[in-house]
């Protein structure tokens, strides 16, 4: 089962670290994320840039605003996701709480809903009819 591991940081506490601590946490990032990979559970995942370049959209009567930044007011941002391959909710919460961000923000785990397979089985089931 696929699960997203979204990881929330303070952007505060990270630009209080200094530059050698930064450098140091993203190595562990690589070096954790490498890990992922050799064991099978990485399926994709990216650092976000800052909220700063956020762009959120509003729909309100048929129209789209957008406005820039974030759409709510947090101590916490969204910093960075991975798309990991769990057999479990355990399993998955044990792959989290590994990811180094964990120790410095919080680490949501979630579990993906697989709407293509849902849409393609929908669609298959309609043409059994």
Known sequence: MKYVCLG???PKKWEAVSASERNAFVDECFAYDDV???NGHFVGG???QGPQNATTLRF???KVFVTDGLFA???EQLAGFYMIEA???N???QIGSKIPPARVGSI???PIRPIRETVAQAEATKAKR
């Open 87 to 89: 057999k479990d909710l």
């Open 73 to 75: 007011e947090t101590k």
């Open 36 to 38: 992922l990979r050799k």
């Open 91 to 93: 399993e998955a919460i």
């Open 8 to 10: 929330y940081m303070d």
């Open 60 to 62: 309100q009567n048929g």
């Open 46 to 48: 990216e650092a976000l």
């Open 108 to 110: 949501e785990v979630r």
